[in-house]
């Protein structure tokens, strides 16, 4: 059973990550439904799947398993996205938009944001299983989380675990 979703708008970046899965190399992006579901064109593909793999490092940076350099590019990437902060003239409320909010890099830009400002960036993770890598956000209470789903991804590895320590008597 998966963990549910994560909340508000780390949804997007949630569902981005899963775009791909990794066991399977099934890559949603590649079919009209799925470049739909993030008002992507056959064009910004490459571009998407760029940001795709900086944000899987970014989350597994999350579980302190991701090498700096590799989470360095998701930087980049956002800092080419210009992001606004609106008012609204009839209550005076601010809020941080896209400047273009057709661009999905600029879109993810602002869920980052956002959760980094609630914290709740620093618990979407991606599981520690290398053939999963499936984006999940860590609702357990200390944050600790280290699998997409306890019955599957973290049983394999206490299976694994088990079996080495069996091996090694």
Do not use: I
């Amino acid at each position: 059973m998966a963990r549910p979703s994560a909340p508000g708008p780390l949804v997007l970046v949630q569902d981005l990550v899963n775009t791909l899965d990794v066991e399977t190399g099934t890559d949603t992006l590649t079919t009209p439904e799925g470049r739909a579901a993030f008002g992507l064109r056959e064009t910004d593909v490459a571009g998407a799947r760029d940001l795709r793999e900086a944000l899987r490092a970014a989350c597994l940076a999350h579980t302190g398993q991701a090498p700096p350099a590799d989470v360095a590019a998701l930087g980049a990437l956002l800092a080419q996205a210009p992001l606004l902060t609106t008012v609204d003239p009839a209550d005076g409320s601010a809020r941080l938009t896209p400047a273009d909010p057709t661009s999905l890099t600029a879109r993810v830009a602002v869920a980052v944001a956002l959760g980094s400002l609630d914290g709740s960036w620093q618990r979407l993770k991606v599981c520690e299983d290398e053939t999963c890598r499936w984006a999940y956000y860590d609702r357990s209470p200390a944050g600790r989380g280290r699998w997409c789903s306890m019955e599957v991804c973290g049983a394999r590895a206490k299976m694994r675990a088990y079996r080495a320590r069996r091996a090694g008597e």
